[in-house]
């Protein structure tokens, strides 16, 4: 591997650690103040990543599609779908049986059986990225000799309408896709503004300022009438704020902006000395293993929050936010760790033998790779 192949890789883990900390992060922040029915200081730093949080997540989710995408059906359906259909459906039964004793409680065991089975097709709890990421890849297959610009320009009108079915996969679908395919179709020109901004640090950096002070207004100015009428409430429920960053057309361009900004924040990181080690490491190794934080952070989360806030220790909600965050995030490390020390539970996050189609997985797959 040469090094400007090293660098890319290296800044692409950087990003993807840098957003499942972001993901960690909102459902952490907005649990607390659930379940505590007010609001700390941690909700300011959801709401200004709530316009790029998801957007850079599947824009990176892309990248490197291009490399597989003309790979035989059989491999390529093994790779991009029943490897996250495994770990669909082994983390749904996991977390629902966390869950099931409510449900029943509320609804009685055949309540508890039918929400199990309607997760096959309405995605369950905080798995619907994993839920939609084989529909994106089996798509662009599908379309990947269309015109580009046709696709951009119908993903993002689906982006921009109005579309609340009230089923996930297709709001979710209609909301995200633009930003999957910006991933695959540009993923050389990503690249190449990577590299060209990781050779002038200074300039990147008074960009990255400009854009933190436009990302933040768009975020914190609310919208005025007609335009905050048509923000969707799905924005507020992910942490916005009413601000004109979730106005339509407007959170276009804020969620590309703000993808490419982490893009940007990662090749500077990529480029730091060994003494700036302690921040990149543990970022790479996340954006390496992000499907493993994605995972399994549920339990270790919900159980820092139930703690946090029954001991009444400390009443600050967001400190307790902060707290529930960082436990959230290291839990699905420490599990992983102790997976890899004793040798159980691999199939946690190591698809086994039996669950491939493709009987010659590739060398390189390791726990839970999303390749």
Known sequence: MNTIEKTRVDWVDIAKGICIIFVVMMH????VENEAGARGWMHAV????????????FM???LFLGLVIDRPWLRYADRKIVHFA????????IQFLFKAPGIVAESGGDGAISAYLLSFIQPFGTLWFIYLLPLFFVVTRLIRHVN?????????????????????????????YVYFFAGYAFAPVIFRLAAWLRGRPAMAL???????????????????????????????TSGGLGGWSSVPIISLAAGFAGALA??????????????????????????????????????????????????????DIGTISLLTVICGVIGPVILYGLIQWTGYGQFL???????????????????????
């Open 46 to 57: 959801v709401a200004f990543a709530q316009p790029f949080r998801m957007p850079d997540f």
């Open 206 to 236: 008074g960009v990255l300022g400009v854009w933190a002070l436009v990302n933040g207004w768009l975020v914190f100015h609310p919208a005025t009438q007609p335009f905050a009428a048509w923000i969707p409430e799905e924005s507020y």
């Open 262 to 315: 982490i893009v940007s924040v990662s090749a500077l990181l990529a480029r730091l000395g060994a003494s700036q080690a302690w921040l990149v490491k543990p970022l790479r190794w996340l954006g390496a293993h992000s499907i493993v934080v994605y995972l399994a952070f549920f339990l270790p989360m919900a159980l820092a929050r139930t703690i946090l806030l029954k001991l009444g220790i400390i009443t």
């Open 28 to 31: 952490s922040v907005l649990g």
């Open 86 to 93: 495994y770990f669909y459906v082994l983390w749904l039964t």
């Open 148 to 176: 580009v610009w046709v696709v951009l320009i119908i993903a993002a009108a689906l982006e921009t309408l109005p579309i609340h079915t009230g089923w996930l996969v297709i709001d979710e679908f209609c909301s995200r």
């Open 60 to 62: 990176i989710s892309g």
């Open 349 to 371: 996050f190591k698809r086994p033998q039996w669950a491939h189609i493709d009987r010659a997985p590739a060398p390189r797959e390791a726990m839970a790779s999303a390749e």
